[in-house]
């Protein structure tokens, strides 16, 4: 995984103006690497998009189904803040 460089440092730099301990550097950088927030919108670690091409047609219903979690959505009166989408691609 790459890491970003900025967000390493300007943490650090920010720790180190009010803390220090031994290994502050090594401690700092596995938080920033572990913080699931940065994992998610960070193009370093975002997958990579694949070449374009078109999709077969399926012959019959539920032959093709994509499914993707929608999550970090604003809390419903039962406490939800994320979904599943299912989308079946029979015409």
Do not use: F
């Not at 970003?4 to 803390?19: A, G, I, P, S």
């Not at 913080?35 to 990579?48: E, F, L, M, P, Y």
Request: charged share 20%; aromatic share 8%.
């Amino acid at each position: 995984m790459m890491l970003d460089k900025w967000t390493q440092k300007k943490t650090l730099r920010n720790l180190q103006l009010r803390y220090w301990w031994p290994n502050i550097r090594k401690d700092c950088n596995a938080y920033v690497r572990s913080c699931h927030k940065g994992q998610i919108v960070n193009r370093c670690t975002a997958n990579a998009y694949g070449l374009l091409q078109q999709l077969p047609i399926p012959s019959t219903p539920w032959e093709v189904v994509y499914a993707d979690h929608v999550i970090c959505l604003p809390q419903t009166r039962n406490g939800n803040t994320n979904m599943l989408v299912q989308i079946d691609h029979a015409m």
